[in-house]
């Protein structure tokens, strides 16, 4: 099986760009979660999505969205973009949105900078 | 509210010797927690989780955990160490039930010299 798949791998963003991560779950995974990993410190939670409503958000601007398909893969959308966002995006899935001791599965990350 | 703190941003072993990387957690509920690691450039994979099971955690590549409630820790140990254990570890904490989420602590990057 497909581990949780991620794309782009790197991009490079101008400020005040727009742009926009996707990521494709474990088949049969149905909620999806966004992190946030900044250089030298551990991933913080932006985002999770469970049967495409959004059941949690982290403390980040309103610049963030992010939605799910009803394939469940995901998109996570970043307005407005500032140097403080690059980073690696992380996207993870898991079984269902509650009884988390599945764990989580991490995809590769997304390599957002911005120049 | 959830946190977790890792003792020490930086372990330096030598190869063959124990592995010890420090995990405690603050959690108002009974927790479920779980060690990943990170090579380079790449995401995050899970080494471990405690889910109220046995105390006592074996995970991948010859590591193992220890749930102390009295401690509120759960330390990460390997008897012998590898050149290939090089990485970052992330201990994170999830409350049970409910749509909850990972607290990640900071990490602690494992150095392995020959």
């Known amino acids: 099986d497909a581990g949780v798949t991620q794309s782009p791998t790197h991009l490079i963003k101008t400020r005040g760009q727009h742009v926009t991560l996707r990521c494709s779950p474990i088949?049969?995974?149905?909620?999806v979660s966004w992190y946030q990993q900044v250089l030298g410190q551990g991933p913080q939670f932006i985002f999770q999505?469970?049967?495409?409503?959004?059941?949690g958000r982290g403390n980040f601007p309103d610049r963030f969205s992010a939605r799910q398909f009803p394939n469940y893969s995901s998109e996570l959308n970043v307005n407005a973009l500032l140097l403080g966002d690059s980073a690696l995006y992380l996207c993870?899935?898991?079984?269902?949105?509650?009884?988390?001791?599945?764990?989580?599965?991490f995809g590769s990350g997304t390599r957002l900078t911005v120049v | 509210a959830q946190s977790v703190t890792q003792l020490g941003s930086h372990v330096s072993v030598s190869e063959g010797a124990l592995v010890l990387l420090r995990c405690n957690y603050s959690?108002?509920?009974?927790?479920?927690l779980f060690w990943y690691v990170q090579y380079p450039n790449q995401g995050l994979q899970l080494l471990l989780k405690?889910?109220?099971?046995?105390?006592l955690v074996k995970g991948i590549n010859g590591f193992e955990a220890e749930f102390k409630k009295s401690e509120t820790s759960f330390h990460l140990t390997k008897p012998s160490a590898h050149m290939s254990d090089a990485a970052e570890y992330f201990c994170a904490v999830t409350s049970r039930g409910g749509y909850s989420t990972l607290t990640f602590g900071k990490g602690t990057m494992l150095l392995v010299s020959p």
């Open positions: 999505y469970y049967e495409k409503e959004e059941r």
């Open positions: 993870a899935s898991t079984r269902e949105g509650q009884g988390t001791s599945y764990g989580y599965t």
């Open positions: 405690y889910t109220s099971a046995a105390t």
């Open positions: 088949s049969g995974h149905k909620s």
């Open positions: 959690s108002s509920v009974p927790p479920y």
